[in-house]
């Protein structure tokens, strides 16, 4: 398939149907549809177009007008026509230009084939937009950086105008390929060798001491992942798993499991011990099983499970360890899925911590005297974080002070005197998260 075309069809997917570009993307790969040597254009152009559509509209936008009612086509092959004539300057702008009105051509729709040459010329001719000439700064940063203004506004709240700026900035560049090393199997040393055998090249990660940053190849081309050695894996979600320290014989409880990078990497370190990985969707703890068979890891057990009913289940007091790695807006991860920006509402905010502290409330009271308890996200909000955390302490909890020298070296001096850990997307160049770590005192 033409890599464009498979381009314009996933975006069309997403747009549509409502699809994850993840998953998305993920399924036209399987397919194989695509040249291996197509497969990192394709990606930048689904991403990338996703990541500026907001950018992308407002530069349509007054070659448009005229159009009284648009094919559901044209919309993301004029997005991702003018992502590449802007944004990616290794494409000749003919060769653009010829590709988009060839697309449409080829789905049998002429007429479309002749609006698209003649915006996209009007495009071309104009150039690209002056963006500082727009007048309020939450709308200058909005449309510059494709963000929803209600985020924007929010984020200067937090974090101040610069802190915003880099963080959308930030958003719109390719996250880092990195991958989680089975210290089980190998080691990170020998994993790089392999992987150069088979084309990639691999460097080791700055944050995550059981990690390595991809530098060129993909290694979703080798074997290793399915051979249990490599996990993919952002570098702040392993460092969860140092957050929680499991023992090798200690009784683990993942209570929001899926996908399971984290209840694996936790699984990883023991032996005698077992970790109950939990999901509330039956087709999540099947992928939760199969990671659990890739890796050999026969300490796991897997229930379909909602989380806010884990007391009916388990007895008190029954986990020396527990992680409530929340359902949340995922606001820390916009760099890897870009359509969370248009997905998520500023209602999100309120609505999705009445979930995690129903969640918290109920696992709670499963954690031992003296046991560990840990809460995660992906996400940077007080509203998600920092508020769940001024719960947990009043809930005969206190902040576990071995935290800080469980963590890597390279996070250690960005965790004060609270046992918390938050990064934003511009701390390490990682996800955006959140982590925090507590002792039950009672």
């Known amino acids: 398939m033409n890599v464009r075309d498979a381009a314009v069809t996933t975006l069309l997917k997403i747009g549509q149907g409502g699809a994850f570009s993840t ?48 094919d559901p086509f044209l919309r993301p092959l004029l997005r991702m026509s003018v992502y590449q004539l802007f944004y990616l300057d290794r494409i000749p702008d003919h060769a653009v230009i010829n590709e988009a009105v060839e697309i449409a051509k080829t789905r049998g729709k002429p007429h479309i084939a002749k609006v698209v040459n003649g915006v996209l010329r009007n495009v071309l001719r104009k150039g690209k937009p002056d963006f500082s000439t727009i007048s309020s700064t939450v709308q200058q940063i909005s449309i510059e950086t494709s963000h929803p203004a209600w985020l924007v506004e929010r984020w200067i709240e937090l974090f101040g105008e610069d802190e915003t700026w880099q963080m959308c900035r930030l958003n719109n560049e390719p996250a880092p390929v990195t991958v989680r090393v089975n210290q089980r199997r190998t080691d990170r040393q020998e994993m790089i060798q392999l992987l150069e055998e088979q084309g990639v090249i691999a460097k080791l990660a700055h944050v995550a001491p059981d990690g390595l940053e991809i530098i060129s190849g993909s290694v979703q081309q080798t074997d290793l992942l399915e051979r249990g050695y490599l996990s993919l894996q952002d570098e702040s979600s392993m460092l969860v798993a140092s957050a929680v320290g499991a023992q090798a014989s200690d009784r683990v409880l993942d209570s929001c499991a899926a996908p399971g990078g984290k209840a694996m990497h936790i699984a990883e370190g023991l032996t005698t011990g077992s970790l109950f990985a939990l999901d509330l969707h039956p087709h999540k703890v099947k992928l939760l099983e199969k990671q659990a068979k890739r890796l050999e890891l026969e300490t796991v057990q897997t229930e379909v499970l909602d989380a806010r009913q884990a007391g009916s289940r388990f007895e008190p007091a029954s986990f020396d360890r527990i992680l409530v790695d929340a359902p949340c807006s995922g606001l820390g991860v916009i760099r890897r899925k870009p359509d969370i920006k248009w997905t998520k509402r500023p209602e999100d905010l309120t609505q999705l911590p009445v979930i995690q502290r129903q969640i918290i409330e109920a696992v709670l009271p ?44 390279a996070v250690q001096s960005l965790i004060g005197e609270r046992a918390e850990l938050k990064l934003l997307p511009t701390t390490l160049g990682t996800d955006g998260f959140y982590i925090a770590a507590f002792k039950k005192t009672i």
């Open 23 to 70: 998953i998305s993307v993920h399924q036209m790969l399987e397919k194989r549809a695509i040249a291996k040597a197509d497969v990192g254009l394709y990606t930048e152009l689904v991403y990338g177009t996703l990541s500026r559509e907001l950018t992308l509209d407002y530069i349509l936008e007054p070659f448009l007008v005229s159009q009284k009612k648009l």
């Open 366 to 409: 499963l954690v031992k005297a003296g046991g560990t308890f840990v809460y995660s996200t992906c996400t940077m909000d007080p509203l998600e974080n920092e508020q769940q955390t001024e719960y947990i302490l009043s809930q005969g909890f206190e902040f576990d002070e071995g935290f800080k020298a469980r963590m890597p070296e």
